[in-house]
């Protein structure tokens, strides 16, 4: 039987093909274009060419290394820096531009986690300047630590005790999450003014659980306040966790350890982690964090291969 032109159109739609009545009155093809999907941009930080040692790794060859390998940003390590002066901010970020790459994320270190109100608030300030030195740079957001008691002074020792520690005497984890909420609202109307966003990371001490992340979180509720998701600061699995985290983070920071990890290893399985990215409809930045201790110039480009893969 044949089919009326309406009718012909309904059936084209229901299949996806794109018709239109011509000038004439006749059905026609219409070109339109595929449906793009946005494609993850994956940056490195700093950090996976460094690890703290004595020697300090130039920011400036991690952007040369970083454009040469194909990468879309870079990720800056405030304490990797060499200075802030204005001459050395902005050659930065003029390299960066030339070579087609953002700086997109500047990662720094504060602790809120001190009864004494002097001490948080020199971190208070000490992120509002490392704000003016991520305008300064271009980046349009910056890492933010809760901080942490410092009752296990060694690192290692507190990441061995699952990365939770005792409080002060005479004090409660419910003091020290004030603090830091607190510390953060402070933050806030200098950040919104400034168009930097804080990305508050997983980094132990307060948000070393799910459930103390999103407390802070949800306490400062505010959206200039979101995720920095590190796949690799997790205890015990981390995918359950991930999916928790995953709808509330801009950024997430990707962990790799090859050659065995300098503080522990993870056996991530970046193939799922990308699926619960993508259900949660993630689209912000993917940072590399190379974290092993085989030679960057080895193990950046074999982690860079495996983010893009599952990426893809």
């Excluded at 002066?85 to 902005?90: A, E």
């Amino acid at each position: 039987m044949k089919q009326t032109r309406r009718e012909m159109l309904r059936h084209s739609l229901a299949a996806g093909t794109a018709l239109s009545l011509g000038a004439t009155g006749e059905i026609e093809p219409v070109v339109v274009a595929a449906e793009v999907k946005p494609r993850i941009r994956i940056g490195v930080s700093t950090y996976s060419y460094w690890h703290f040692d004595k020697v300090k790794y130039p920011v400036e060859k991690v952007i040369e290394n970083a454009a040469r390998l194909g990468f879309d940003g870079v990720e800056i390590l405030h304490r990797q820096m060499e200075r802030e002066d204005r001459q050395y901010v902005n050659n930065l970020k003029k390299m960066a531009f030339s070579l087609g790459l953002d700086l997109f994320f500047l990662s720094i270190h504060q602790n809120f986690v001190w009864p004494d109100p002097a001490k948080r608030q020199q971190n208070i300030d000490h992120t509002k300047r490392c704000i003016d030195l991520a305008v300064a740079l271009g980046c349009p957001a910056i890492r933010l630590n809760s901080g942490r008691w410092g009752t296990i002074p060694d690192f290692q020792k507190m990441l061995d005790a699952g990365g939770k520690e005792a409080p002060l005497p005479g004090y409660s984890d419910d003091d020290a999450f004030k603090w830091c909420i607190d510390s953060i609202n402070e933050c806030l109307p200098y950040t919104e003014a400034a168009g930097v966003v804080l990305a508050l990371e997983n980094h132990w001490g307060l948000t070393t659980s799910v459930e103390g992340l999103l407390r802070i979180y949800k306490g400062v509720n505010s959206p200039w306040l979101t995720i920095n998701l590190d796949t690799g600061n997790f205890v015990g699995d981390p995918y359950s966790q991930l999916e928790q985290l995953a709808p509330h983070a801009m950024v997430v920071q990707a962990k790799t350890y090859y050659g065995g990890g300098h503080y522990y290893t993870r056996e991530l399985d970046y193939n799922r982690i990308a699926g619960i990215l993508r259900k949660a409809g993630f689209k912000g930045y993917i940072s590399l964090e190379m974290e092993g201790k085989e030679a960057a110039d080895l193990a950046v480009p074999k982690s860079l291969a495996l983010l893009r893969k599952s990426f893809a």
